[in-house]
């Protein structure tokens, strides 16, 4: 899969990659392999000045895919508030490999990430976790559960910032939810974890609840004070204490 992101990014297609291989790549590069989340998707967005026709965006996919046996088959053309999806088709076996996502919203912040010799953009930890934590303050929680493992992990190893998260949720415009679900539905929000497969290692779900809590409360109390998470002690402090 990380072949295919890198082939994608020397063919010039400006896209800048997000998701699973993206958190992935930082938990590897912060030394934290507590436990593995598979995936089978790609996620990008388009960070192109003109959004492309699907006849055009499907042709360029596929000369970045060619001479490697596979083939993007359209699943859903873009429109407003939706991505393009195509299932990536083996070709020698007629077997589905993987799929790629590509949303029209210009990606703001992004890094260059490494895995072996492919390099390709991808949004920046901070865009990572500011996107999960709004997930979670609302009902969507329930169907992506998996941002509670990655959350979490991210929490253990990355510093974050109350103040750069505010500021990413203004620059996009985003309505943050006040976090009903999480706290007020733990019981619904248990079983739809633990119906979460592809994870190695899962922790039990009291673990996890009981970290994210303490984690989300400035962003759940909606708190305006500068504070930074140490991940060694897993505790906020102002920010001025680590300046």
């Not at 020698?92 to 490999?97: F, G, Y």
Request: net charge negative; aromatic share 10%; with cysteine.
């Amino acid at each position: 899969m990380y072949g295919v992101m890198g082939a994608i990014a020397s063919s010039g297609l400006p896209v800048v990659y997000k998701g699973a291989l993206v958190t992935k790549l930082i938990l590897q590069e912060n030394a934290f392999d507590d436990f593995v989340r598979e995936t089978q998707d790609i996620d990008a967005s388009w960070a192109g000045e003109n959004h492309p026709p699907m006849e055009l965006l499907t042709e360029m996919l596929n000369r970045a895919l060619n001479g490697r046996g596979l083939n993007a088959v359209v699943v859903r053309e873009h429109g407003e508030r939706m991505s393009a999806c195509y299932d990536i088709i083996d070709t020698v076996n007629n077997e589905l490999a993987m799929t790629i996502d590509i949303d029209m919203r210009t990606a703001i912040d992004s890094r260059t990430y490494q895995f072996g010799n492919v390099m390709f953009q991808g949004v920046t930890p901070d865009n990572v976790i500011a996107d999960k934590i709004s997930v979670i303050a609302s009902d969507r929680v329930f169907r992506r559960a998996k941002d509670l493992i990655d959350i979490y992990a991210l929490a253990h190893c990355v510093t974050v910032k109350t103040e750069s998260i505010r500021c990413i949720w203004a620059r996009e415009s985003r309505v943050i939810g006040n976090f009903n679900a999480f706290i007020n539905r733990s019981d619904e929000l248990q079983h739809a974890y633990e119906k979460l497969r592809r994870v190695n290692a899962k922790p039990e779900f009291h673990v996890l609840y009981r970290y994210l809590a303490s984690f989300l409360t400035p962003f759940s109390e909606s708190k305006t004070d500068h504070l930074v998470w140490n991940s060694d002690e897993n505790t906020w402090f102002p920010e001025k204490m680590n300046q």
